[in-house]
Each structure stands twice: as C-alpha cells, then as structure tokens.
C-alpha cells in the first residue's frame, strides 16, 4: 500500500523525482564537462579535513541539501578516471548507460546469491557472453560477477587448491592445510598482479609455495622455467598443485604462452588458472588474437568488466570450466536458505553454492547494459583501436631521439621513459623521470604514473578509454617533451 508520507529513509514519488532529476543533473554535468576540467586535482587540505571530521547527524537531514554536498563537495574531486587523458593504472571511464542500470539494480535491490528473481537468471546470460567474447567453453561451466579482480582470482584459486588437494587424497575444507600433507605449490610468472601473492597468502598456500618465476626478456611466463621449478619441487616431495597464466599483465600487457603452460598443466596434472583481469577481452582484437590461444583451455579465468568494458566499479567475473568443482569448493547452505529454494528443476542452482560471499549486488544489470549497447563488434572494434594506439605511441616514442619504449607493446600498456640524447646515469634517468611524472600530475593536462620494468623505473600509459583518439597520443607525448626538456635543463 502506498503511504501519503512516508517515513525516512522513505520518499513520496513527486520528492523523489524532484531529487532525482537534481541528482541527475549533477551526473550529467559530471559526464559533460569531465573534458574540459582537470585530470586529477589534489584535494585542499581543508576539505580532507571537513570530509574526515563529518559528524554524525543526530537528527536527520533535508534530501536536497544531502545531494547537493555530494554534488559540490565530493563529485568534482573524482580520480579522473573518467577522463580521456587519465593514463594511470587499469581504469576505464563507467559507461553511462550502465549508470542507469546500476541505479534500476539497486532499486530493485535483490541479493544475487539467490532467491526467485529475474536478475539471477539475467546473469547466467550475461557471464555466458563473457565466456563467449573471450572463446571460453560454456558447457558444464559457471560464471560469476564479483567485486573485481582481486577476488575473481581468489575465488578461483580457491577452486585450484580444492582440486589439487582432492587429487592428493585429502578434503582440503575438513583438513584445510594442517592434516600434514606436503605444500601445495602454485606457479607463475614474477609479471603476475599482486592480487595473486595475496590470494595465496589468504589461502593459506604461503608465499614460500608461490613460485614467482622470472619472465623473459618480453615478459611472458617461461614455460621451460616454470617446468624446471615444478621438476625441482617434486623431487623435493612438495605437491605442484597448479600453473597461473597472465592474459595481459599489469606492467605491460604481455600475455603468456597459454598454449604452452596448458600443456605443461596438462602434463603434469595441475589446474591452469589464468588472470585475464586486464587483458583476456583483447582476445577480440585480430591483431592479437593468436596470442591468446590456449586460453580456453583454462580450468579458471578471471575477468574484469570494471576494467576494459566500462562497467562501473564494482564488476569482476570468474569463470570455471567444471562447475561442480567450484560447487564442492564453496557449496554450504543452511537450512534457512535451502528452505527458501524454488523447487523448480529449470531454476539454476544458487550462485551461493560457488561463491564464498553471500549477498551481493545484482552486477548483471549493468554488464548487460554495456554489452546490449555495444554489442560484440563494438567491443571488438573498441579495444582493437585501443591496442591501434599503444602502437601508435610506442612508434612515436621510438621515432625520438630523447625518449624510448621500455617493453614491448602487445596490448593498451606503453612503458617508456625520457632520455635526453647522451644521458646513460641510470640513477639521473629515473630522477627525471618521477620528476616529469610529478609534473605532469601537477599540471593537470594528463594523469600518468610509474611502475618498474625488469628493476628500471618507466612511465605507464593504459589506454582505456573510449574517446582515445590519435591526437591524445599526440598531446601525451608533447606534454612528456616538453617536461622533460623543462626539468633536464
Ligand atoms: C592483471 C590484473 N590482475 C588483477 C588485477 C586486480 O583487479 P582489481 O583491481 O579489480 O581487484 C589487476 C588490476 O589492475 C590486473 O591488472
């Protein structure tokens, strides 16, 4: 029944859609004009310290002047990721549309564990086409959206130490690691995220069990290294339980011989994970596609459509080649959920017998939003131009006698530094470097950062977003000219 007045945090219709077109002329104004301001702005000291010291309100407060602080006081001091000239990191602007549907998610505001609701059965589709568009098999296979990356491949790590242990005789989830089994031992390439060191760490693996084996010259995985470590740990009697590929790594987008490592999993009886967080969509660029083989024979990926795909933070995905694996890794319901199941056989199991969390926000509304509007082509064509102007910048980079690429470009990631002709100082190198970065970030014209390839320090562009065009490219490296013969002088 509808209440004339209801109660807070209640709204009567003609109050919410007062509020809401308020709100919405804040996002729109937001989404407008994110060009023409500022990449990145550090905040004022004095608004840190307002937004650290909001005191709880004892009464509560008018609507309007609510969104208007966070229309004032929070959104215009964003990271700049929706930016076209925001470089930082693996962060893509969120497509507008699936703004909208995030808010439709949460207004209907289902768990997506389980329950009888139409956005459970949406999610099927919707992993299924993240299967699809990266040529994963989908038969007999499951498919979740979680918080992102870090737990996309926590969740399917879990699985690979479930099986491991299962083919060593023992049931990890009574034993857990204390029975006194020989370690498990995982495998991957020292290019592998960090979210992958943590993952073993929470699994109780041990980093000691984590062999981060250095990659080659083009920092892809070695498969005659990773082979060796699995040989030598054998003999050692630990137990190899199983081989991580990266389809895309953080650093610098390369993406591992997956053919390869499957095989050696494959011979040596190991589950092959791979972390596709960043890069397994590239699988649709033709001009890379090849160097994806070998993903679909994964037993796990881990996606993130919060990254390439625009969706809004927060989207990962997982997928597992045998869902009854991940169904005796995670399956465990009390009786008052199973008393609440439909018993209806075309009503798919619930997502909380693969997942480790319970509730969880209804993800699909706003990957299917993406993925409608897009449509596979527009993906494709969206990350084959992306990856068209890594190469771009890395040949306008290579093409200068004061700067030079790093690492090769595979996918949207250029690692490159400022060199003025001549200089060899290692040490003076990197100093100018963080110093046109910080410049740069100052400045406000770009937002950029630094990681490290093989121990040297280089600035990192990823290309990720949908307006990139050659001109931004252009303006990138002038901006770094210019910096760098500014600050060298
Ligand atoms: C290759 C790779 N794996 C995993 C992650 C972690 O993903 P998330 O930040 O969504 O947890 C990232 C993040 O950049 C990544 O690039």
Known sequence: MRRARPAAPGLDRATFEALGARALDFIADHLDQIDARPVNRPLPRDLRQQLLEQALPEAGEDPAAILDFLGTTVMPWPMGNGHPRFYAWVNSPPAPLAILADAMAMTVNPSSDGAEHAGRFLLKSVTRWLAELIGYPTEGAMGLLVGGGTMANLTALGVARYAAAQ???????????QGGAPPLVFYASDEAHSCIRKSIEMLGIGTDNLRLVPAGDDYRASVPAIARAIA??????????????????????????????????????????????????GRLDPSVAALYAGLERADSVALDPHKWLHVPIECGAVLVRDAEMQRATYSLVPPYLDAAKAPDPDNPRWTIEYAFTLTSQMRALKVFAVLRHMGRRGVAAMIASHNALARDLAQRIGARNDMEVMAPVTISAVGFRYRPPGVTDEAAIEALNARIVQALNDEGEVFILTTRLKGRLAIRACIMHHDNDANDMAHLIARVAHWGRTLAD
């Open 167 to 177: 083919r060593a005789g023992w049931d990890v989830r009574a034993k857990g690691l």
């Open 232 to 281: 030598e740990d054998r003999a050692a009697g630990r137990l190899p339980a199983c081989v991580i590929g990266n389809a895309g790594t953080v650093n610098t987008g390369a993406i591992d011989p997956l053919d390869a490592l499957a095989d050696l999993a494959a011979a040596e009886g190991l589950w092959f994970h791979v972390d596709g967080a960043y890069g397994a969509f």
